[in-house]
């Protein structure tokens, strides 16, 4: 069944820990560091179960209305239709929003779709996916997880030379009814928002560290769960024409800390096993599912980071230089790059035991590449097209309630394409896209989202067809003529 807004709203009022810096978070919704994030998040789920939208965002199943996120496709269309979802709910919040509602989903979808493997690895652990993906998707509910150690901190002894206990999320103790976990992992974007937060490894695990393999599921709100927030963009903007973007679309990282948090059996998916910790995800179409949705999410991005580097160029009436239709003409080219490869990876879909299909994983594997390597230069061709016009507006748009002042932004900053009023939020958008503190936590995102780009072309050299180029190399010289022939 499809949740509300307002459902999605009350859920987060469900007594999770969260910490901004020593300040406990008693309701996020409330609170004016994440109140607006909270509410872009409801928004999602009102658009979701609009019911003029319903054939678009879901699908019928025992008489239910599930979430397209949570579909098992078996055919190309049911792709196709999956991605118009996906597309639908990346444009409502301009691709900004990287851990939205379908991003895990798709982690446990492509998990459901294979669970007999967990049940492999251990009896009933599979059994126990199934159950929760069921759950998961007949509530709707709102995913994160966090399936990376924290950097640089695994080391037991640290500079002063004192022991400690290692960081990492691990389990310290198991009995009949489950296992109890203490420790950190990163980084649980968008999990303030959320119900649950799903626990794994999408990095490999020393033999030597099996505790550390743990997959599971924690609701948000379990004793000794808490979510260390880092610093808030959302909580300093005064007026939200003075940074749009930090105002409603900051979808907040946080660190999971637990202590001593019991995790019942029937929540665990995979235990002692750290050679499959990662690999569940490989062997089962897990992470192509997930990662398809971040291609889509930047697919999104692109078309507003298109539409703004024109808008700007109308606005500074270099919108007709030659060499300006170059620029604004290579970023429309790669917007419709990574269309194309949105589209391919559905047109060649691949076919997986049971009946089901997933997105071509080498061309999904590609995007995430290409999303990597170009977004650097993206941001930087809109910042050279922007030049120092952000920096020419006022601080805030507050001087509106000066009537002399406005009467003097009125008449000096607007210009004959565009007044002054329309400048401001122009060139602010911009600001916040390519300059601020949100602008800096989307580069740095951009680069790691999917993992370190040597794991993701890692993952590329795993999914390429070497024999075929082989062949294709060892054909060419066997039809060489060798000497004497």
């Known amino acids: 069944m499809l949740a509300t807004g307002g459902e999605r709203l009350e859920r987060m009022r469900d007594g999770r820990v969260v910490y901004v810096g020593a300040e406990r978070v008693d309701d996020v919704t409330t609170h004016p560091a994440f109140r607006n994030g909270a509410r872009t998040i409801a ?33 190309r269309d049911d792709l196709a239709h999956r991605m118009r979802a996906m597309k639908a709910i990346a444009d409502a919040t ?126 948000n709100n379990a ?9 808030p963009y959302e909580r300093h903007v005064r007026e939200e024409a003075d940074y749009p973007l930090s105002y409603r679309f900051d979808e907040n990282d946080a660190v999971l800390v637990c202590y001593r948090v019991k995790i019942p059996w029937e929540r665990v998916f995979l235990h002692n096993n750290g050679a499959w910790s990662r690999r569940i995800y490989i062997e089962t179409p897990a992470n192509v599912y997930q990662n398809q949705q971040s291609n889509i999410r930047f697919w999104a991005k692109m078309g507003l980071v298109a539409g703004l580097a024109s808008r700007m ?51 999904v594997y590609a995007a995430l590449n290409w999303c990597q390597e170009h977004h650097t230069e993206i941001i930087d061709t809109l910042r050279t097209l922007a030049g120092a016009a952000p920096l020419q507006m006022p601080a805030s748009i507050d001087l509106f309630a000066d009537p002399q002042l406005k009467d003097r932004f009125e008449r000096w900053w607007g210009t004959a394409s565009m007044p002054a009023m329309a400048r401001y939020k122009l060139y602010k958008l911009v600001w916040d896209l390519i300059g601020s503190e949100f602008a800096g936590r989307h580069m740095l995102y951009e680069k790691f989202y999917a993992g370190n780009s040597i794991i993701v072309r890692n993952q590329s050299d795993r999914e390429a067809p070497w024999d075929k180029f082989h062949g294709i190399v060892d054909g060419l010289l066997g039809a060489v003529p060798s000497p004497g022939r």
């Open 313 to 363: 160029c109308e606005a500074n009436g270099v919108d007709k230089v030659p060499a300006v239709r170059e620029t604004l003409g290579r970023l429309a080219a790669l917007e419709a790059t990574i269309a194309g490869l949105v589209a391919g990876q559905i047109e060649a879909c691949e076919n997986w035991p049971d009946g089901f299909v997933t997105p071509n994983r080498r061309m």
């Open 94 to 219: 301009y691709g900004l929003i990287g851990r939205s509602p379908d991003h895990v989903a798709g982690l446990i979808t492509g998990l459901a779709m294979r669970p007999e493997l967990l049940n492999e690895l251990h009896a009933g652990f599979g059994d126990n996916l199934i159950r929760f993906y069921d759950r998961a998707r007949n509530n709707d509910l709102y995913l994160s997880f966090a399936v990376t150690p924290p950097s640089g901190i695994r080391d037991r002894e640290i500079y002063t030379g004192v022991v400690r206990d290692d960081p990492t999320l691990q389990v310290v103790a198991e009995d009949d009814a489950g296992v109890i976990v203490s420790g950190m992992k990163m980084l649980a974007t968008g999990a303030i928002f959320g119900d649950e937060v799903y626990i794994g490894n999408l990095t490999a695990i020393d033999d030597k560290r099996q505790n550390e393999s743990i997959t599971a599921a924690i609701p």
């Open 223 to 231: 004793p000794g769960v808490s979510f260390w927030a880092r610093e």
């Open 43 to 75: 928004a999602l789920y009102d658009l979701k179960a609009d019911p003029a939208k319903r054939d678009l965002f879901s699908y019928e199943e025992d008489g239910e209305r599930i979430g397209l996120q949570w579909l098992r496709c078996r055919t």
